[in-house]
């Protein structure tokens, strides 16, 4: 599994990212390596992927529009309207499937050991019990399928409310069991049969600088873009980021 995403970037890449925040199209360039490493090694093509709590669909519609064929299971009927609309606007509703469900229904709605790729961005936070939704989404992927995980950071939560002045917040946050840092989700993710095999921080820099810094010159927005790639991988930068992405294979 790749640690490299912006190493391999083109001049299509760097307009596109223009239109979105650096931390943003590190995390989707991050994800679009990932799956073509996966489907290189395991001969996979089409991928199909379900995306749990995929919202609105913003991430649904462009994993269609690279060719995959994605079903978002998401319990709120207003944010699957808004998807099914989103699709047919960027021409990819054949390849995106709405389902009204939430993560424990999961095995229910899309079959066992049979989703190659499942992506799990900004959810594990609202779901009861992280541990079951976990195992259900073990239980519903392929034996060497992939898991595309993103969390938000306790310590990072805890620091944006303390530089806001929000003191106790901080204090509220950083006690709350329920926030995800990197040793508690390794943890979670090791109960439910996974191995991690790749982890970054987002955001940790490019979340916290001005956003007039990059958007300075297409050169600042180059150079941040690579710093964020760079410092993705570090221990310590992981930790503060706001968001951590992992990505885990079943053991
Ligand atoms: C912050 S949004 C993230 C949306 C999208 N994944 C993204 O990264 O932009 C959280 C999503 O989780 C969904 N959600 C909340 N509880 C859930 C549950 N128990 N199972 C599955 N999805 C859930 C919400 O409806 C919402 O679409």
Request: glycine share 10%; charged share 25%; net charge negative.
């Amino acid at each position: 599994m790749t640690q490299q995403p912006a190493t391999r970037s083109t001049s299509s890449d760097s307009s596109r990212r223009r239109q979105r925040s650096v931390s943003q199209s590190f995390l989707g360039e991050l994800l679009t390596e990932q799956l073509a490493d996966w489907q290189q090694e395991t001969g996979t093509d089409p991928v199909t992927i379900v995306d749990l709590g995929g919202g609105t669909g913003g991430l649904a519609t462009a994993l269609a529009g690279q060719g995959h064929s994605v079903t978002v299971v998401d319990p709120s009927p207003d944010a699957l309207a808004s998807l099914k609309r989103r699709a047919a606007e960027a021409g990819v509703s054949d390849r995106v499937t709405a389902r009204q469900g939430d993560a424990g229904d999961l095995v229910e709605l899309v079959g066992a050991a049979s989703v190659d790729v499942l992506v799990c961005h900004r959810v594990l936070e609202y779901v009861d019990h992280p541990g079951d939704a976990l195992s259900e989404i073990a239980a519903c992927l392929r034996p060497d399928g992939m898991l595309s995980l993103l969390v938000a950071g306790r310590r990072s939560a805890a620091l944006t409310h303390a530089l806001n002045g929000q003191f106790r917040a901080a204090r509220e946050v950083f006690a709350d069991e329920g926030r995800f840092d990197p040793d508690r989700l390794k943890r979670l993710l090791g109960q439910a049969g996974f191995e991690v095999v790749a982890q970054h921080g987002i955001g940790a820099i490019s979340d916290l600088v001005p956003e007039s810094a990059p958007e300075s010159s297409a050169q600042a927005r180059e150079d941040l873009f690579a710093l964020e790639h760079e410092i993705s991988t570090d221990p310590a930068f992981r930790a503060l980021a706001p968001y951590l992405h992992i990505a885990a294979r079943l053991g």
